[in-house]
């Protein structure tokens, strides 16, 4: 084990393929030493699962060759205009499949520091990280102090490294929620929707990230999800979820005190995304409840997670792979959640048919829709009457225009 990083920079040659882990995963630390000092890097090619939001420490195609990622964060925008980033339209399970068969030159894990037994804990962050392993030439660990030992994370042994290297800094964090009337109002919408017993998963932030604090009177609630986020713990201490257990995600995004509470509960159990996403595998687990968000959605039923306006802010993501196997899971149910308007309530979120180039989500995998002003049941039911329950939860000043946009189009269908 070494503190110099001189080791790693040897393992990285031009026109190789690098692995760095990417969601809460990300190391910080030499996400800063590369962007303080590219050289390193110069002529690789960087291969990871970025996360819009998560990973906004370093433009990783600014400094590398080339860069292939799954979403697209912010910082990494003019490094894709420039045709630096290649980015692949899969969803979380699909990124699972295509890393366990793509092998690369060395791969990097993000781990704590060894137990008795040569075992690195991946801590916050199982998705990725074994699955790429059993297919890198070279294996690196970076190993940080601060990464939590959580008891039923995955681990990597030392003795499988063919070189390890300290690398102190802070984790990934979720910022604290700003205040949003909004979406606590559509969050408690779809609280009322979840039973008890519920399986349950949420994407990040607005309204899908909200709703757990209007769990806390429900009863055997299990976490099933990609993520676990603080609000678990308020749960937790409000008798919400199961005693059971089985509360099952593939990283932690939260505070560092959250982190911390994962280690000393033994609470959640961490697993690839191969068995987080599966479909297989989520599709036998009763009453699963999928609460995502959207940018969009359109009369019929089809989902925009990616555009804001002509810019591509995002990626697929694993929303619809939860979705998927909700419609297959006995008594389940997905959700979308999202404000009714943007803009300050200038544009309706609610549209008539999407003008975008690619769509997120399919229609055919559309259950239900909450806004601020109700809930749209679409599963089953005809173009017509998702085009009326559409217009319902849309914001009053724009239901008139979307009936007649719909009824102008409607009347071509013939």
């Known amino acids: 084990m070494t ?29 800063k030493v ?7 890097v110069a002529g690789v090619n960087i291969l990871s699962c970025l996360v819009p939001g998560m990973n906004e420490a370093a433009d990783y195609g600014s400094l590398a060759a080339q860069v292939t990622t799954f979403m697209l964060p912010s910082c990494m925008r003019g490094s894709f205009m420039q045709g630096r980033v290649s980015l ?7 990124i699972a499949r295509q890393l366990l068969a793509t092998p690369c030159d060395v791969a990097l894990a993000h781990v704590g520091p060894a137990d008795e037994q040569g075992l690195c804990s991946l801590g916050i962050a199982s998705d990725f990280a074994t699955l790429v392993w059993r297919r890198a030439r070279r294996r690196v660990l970076i190993v940080n102090a601060a990464m939590p030992c959580i008891p039923r994370a995955l681990s990597l042994s030392l003795s499988e490294a063919d070189l390890v290297v300290t690398l102190d800094g802070p984790l990934v964090e979720a910022a604290p929620a700003a205040p949003n009337a909004e979406a606590e109002a559509i969050a408690a919408k779809v609280a009322a929707l979840v039973p008890d017993g519920a399986h349950i998963q949420t994407g990040i932030g607005g309204a899908p990230g909200a709703v757990w604090k209007y769990l806390r009177d429900h009863r055997d609630i299990v976490l099933r999800s990609g993520m676990a986020n603080d609000w678990l713990r308020d749960l937790a201490e409000a008798g919400a979820l199961s005693l059971g257990g089985g509360h099952m995600a593939g990283i932690a995004y939260g505070s560092t005190a959250f982190y911390d509470y994962l280690a000393r509960s033994d609470l959640v ?4 995304t191969l068995e987080t996403h599966g479909l ?10 999928s609460i995502n968000g959207a940018l969009e959605v359109d009369l019929f039923g089809q989902v925009n997670v990616e555009w804001q306006g002509n810019k591509l802010s995002s990626g697929v993501g694993g929303g619809a792979d939860f979705m998927r196997a909700a419609a297959s899971s006995t008594g389940g149910r997905s959700i979308i959640a999202l404000p009714a308007t943007a803009k300050g309530g200038a544009l309706s979120r609610i549209v008539c048919r999407l003008d975008k180039p690619s769509i997120g989500i399919a229609r055919s995998d559309i259950d239900t829709v909450v806004t601020e002003f109700g809930v749209a049941e679409l599963r089953n039911r005809s173009l017509d009457a998702r085009a ?3 217009i319902g939860i849309a914001a009053p000043g724009f239901r008139d ?9 409607r009347a071509n269908f013939g």
């Open 3 to 31: 503190s110099s990083l001189e080791p790693l920079w040897r393992e990285f040659r031009p026109g190789q393929t690098i692995y760095l882990p990417g969601a809460s995963g990300e190391s910080l630390a030499l996400a």
């Open 34 to 40: 590369l962007r303080d000092d590219p050289e390193p």
């Open 88 to 94: 692949i339209p899969n969803t979380y399970w699909g």
């Open 269 to 272: 159990g961490f697993a690839t």
């Open 280 to 289: 297989l595998a989520l599709a036998d687990v009763p009453r699963l409840t």
């Open 388 to 390: 009326e329950a559409l």
């Open 401 to 409: 225009q979307l009936a007649n946009d719909w009824a102008r189009m």
